[in-house]
């Protein structure tokens, strides 16, 4: 609306205008139309809170601070690998603690009382915590502190190290106000979520947050598990701690972040309720949790590696190791195995074995599927039962520095001698089990692109066993002639077997 436009075209004093009235006085009416623009509007999105506080209020005399005495090494290789932990990987770390354990010998370490903090909370009136596992890991004394400042000394009842999980029990008869696991939650990416605990200390803390995403992997400690990721601020101390959705139900255990400094950075993590209740349902009942047990060291098949094999799909999980006399060995599961299918359902993955394994009933028969030589098989195991420190995953990294040579045995640039017993002995195989060593490896190779390092030994190439240099050459020529551009390599490094891809095309 304009008042007092002047005959001369000028605004008179005092003059209320729009902007579309200003936009055609001096550009023309045409100029600048309002009739169909509209500024944009976003509706407020249903559920979100103008305050936590009611939330809050209600659930936090549920939630506890976790107070633990352990003993700790003084000085010694184990103090070292704690402190390093944030470093691991870094360029000659390992090499580093061998030594100092080298040195250390058989001397005794000395150790301290060390005080640590953690969060939990209850999930029954009669006093059982959940927490997670490295909070109360060691732990000689366990205290909670309520709401209220009571201080109650606790028990463990029963840890799960692959999962992070923990129960305690307060010793102190008692109904205690408690919170409930939910998977009717159907979280979406997005939702808010709230996190309480104890962070750096500072008990009772709440922090808001969004759901960021879900099914993250953390690596080969955690096997099990497709963590939360929230936004929600965690920091030291908040781990054990619940996650709450907008209901008050418990849809996550803080149990990590992800940073470069250590504190904060806007990346949590959680375990996911439905995991939790399985979890502390077996520790509650058994003290352990019981999982099954094929006995294998698996990888993800590869899109380079389904090549070399001649599959159209990278689909699965491929067998590098076998255990001896585990339950996959005596039911005829073979190395190099594809597993594509369990019990009919298929699997995509190492990871995705690994957990199908795992929620197995322990001495149950189960139906494997598994491709070989490109031809599926049908192989029956009874699995058993996980122990407590089964056969690591292999990685692509176990190797030694390469050392440059004079070209020996091949002309893919690589010295190959026979194994000997000494050598099979260094890297834990069996007396008469068939590879070759690599001697010398030329840093052009195509197999050191593939990540082969001297002192490794081969074992199979394609599926076939190798004793020689000769042998090695002629199945890799078998592989050109069969049209193959990939070749698909057993490798053994350190005392752990795992697969390489070598692709012929570099050895032009």
Do not use: C
């Not at 770390?93 to 969060?119: I, K």
Request: proline share 4%; net charge negative.
């Amino acid at each position: 609306m304009v008042k007092n436009i002047g005959k001369s075209g000028t605004l008179a004093a005092g003059a209320v205008v729009s902007v579309a009235a200003i936009a055609a006085f001096a550009f023309g009416p045409q100029a600048f139309s309002t009739s169909n623009a509209q500024a944009i509007a976003v509706e407020a999105p249903r559920g979100a809170p103008i305050s936590f506080a009611d939330l809050i209020e209600q659930v936090s005399p549920a939630v506890v601070s976790v107070n633990v005495v352990s003993e700790r090494e003084i000085g010694g290789v184990g103090e070292l690998e704690e402190f390093f932990e944030r470093f691991r990987g870094a360029p000659g770390l390992e090499e580093f603690l061998e030594r100092r354990r080298e040195e250390r010998g058989d001397e005794e370490p000395r150790t301290r009382e060390a005080r640590s903090l953690g969060s939990g909370f209850f999930i029954s009136a009669d006093g059982l915590i959940v927490t997670n596992n490295h909070v109360v890991q060691g732990a000689t004394e366990i205290e909670v502190v309520l709401e209220d400042g009571r201080e109650l000394e606790a028990e463990l009842v029963g840890t799960d190290r692959q999962t992070d999980l923990a129960v305690l029990r307060v010793t102190e008869p008692g109904t205690f106000p408690h919170v409930e696991f939910s998977t009717e939650a159907r979280l979406r990416k997005g939702d808010w979520v709230v996190a309480l605990g104890n962070p750096f200390g500072l008990g009772g803390t709440a922090t808001a947050g969004i759901v960021s995403a879900f099914g993250r992997e953390l690596g080969p400690d955690s096997p099990y598990t497709d963590f939360l990721q929230i936004d929600a601020s965690i920091n030291r101390g908040n781990s054990g701690g619940p996650t709450f959705d907008l209901k008050g139900r418990v849809i996550g255990v803080n149990t990590a972040i992800f940073s470069p400094t250590g504190g904060s950075v806007g990346i949590g993590f959680a375990i996911p309720a439905d995991l939790a209740i399985q979890v502390t349902e077996q520790l509650i009942e058994n003290g352990r949790v019981s999982r099954g047990w094929l006995g294998v060291s698996i990888q993800d098949l590869t899109d380079d590696m389904a090549e070399a094999q001649g599959l159209s799909s990278s689909d699965g999980a491929i067998v590098a190791e076998l255990v001896e006399g585990s339950p996959a060995l005596k039911a005829g599961i073979r190395r190099g195995d594809i597993v594509v299918e369990l019990n009919g359902a298929k699997i995509a993955d190492a990871t995705g074995l690994t957990r199908a394994v795992g929620s197995l009933l322990v001495g149950s028969e189960n139906r494997f599927i598994v491709l070989r030589d490109g031809q599926r098989r049908t192989i029956n195991v009874t699995v058993a039962e996980r122990p407590d420190d089964p056969l690591s995953l292999p990685t692509s990294d176990d190797a030694t520095q390469s050392l440059e040579g004079e070209l020996a045995d091949s002309s893919l640039g690589v010295s190959l001698a026979p194994l000997d017993d000494e050598t099979r002995q260094s890297l834990g195989l069996k007396i008469d089990e068939p590879g070759v060593v690599i001697a010398e490896l030329l840093s052009t190779s195509p197999l050191y692109d593939a990540g082969l390092r001297q002192g490794m030994a081969i074992l199979e190439v394609n599926g076939q066993s190798v004793n020689s240099a000769d042998a090695f050459e002629n199945a890799v020529e078998a592989a050109k002639d069969a049209g193959r551009e990939k070749v698909l390599i057993a490798v053994r490094a350190g005392t752990v077997t795992g697969f390489r891809t070598l692709d012929l095309a570099e050895s032009e």
